[in-house]
């Protein structure tokens, strides 16, 4: 397994339509793999394919020890409303305040191609969504007050200068980049 260098916002792969993945190949399983040893590198939660350069329709997920390789996933049900802070591994340190559905039902395939179903609430909800955004080029920042994102935006032209370029690459056996544990976490 390898780790990924992360795309970062300013990266327009962040902002483009992924492609519907068809073949279950081993290459896809050792994206996979890849993926989840990328996020957890990263101290996320979850991590999607155009994040790391690519544009297959996948994310990985794993909160609290609920795992998923969401492959092709849709939405098929969306209930409740909550706000939550967020955050983004491809624009560290940056939160912002966002409303989600607390409850969804995606539809998804896994690394062989078989479908399946979850039924997600709360932090794991709100995971699954903002990965899901990420495949059709969304971003937290994209739900914030005009206000609020130009003031995002202005703290990432700050926070972006200690990388160089728009890829961050992850140091192995380093859990994140700083010591502060985050209070939110990053997907
Ligand atoms: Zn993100």
Known sequence: MSL???HLLGDPILREETVPVTEFTDELRTLVDDMFETMYAASGIGLAAPQVGRRERLAV???EGAKYALINPEITLAEGKAKAEEACLSFPDVY???????RVIVKAQDVEGTPYEVDAT???ARCFQHEIDHLH???FIDYLSYLKRRAALAEWEELRKQYHGTVRYLK???PADD?????VSEA
């Open 137 to 139: 080029g969304k971003l």
């Open 96 to 102: 912002g305040t966002v409303e989600r559905a607390t």
């Open 61 to 63: 997920v794993d909160v």
């Open 122 to 124: 709360d932090l794991l």
């Open 172 to 174: 192995p056996g380093a």
């Open 179 to 183: 010591d502060a544990e985050p209070s």
């Open 4 to 6: 990924l260098p992360i």
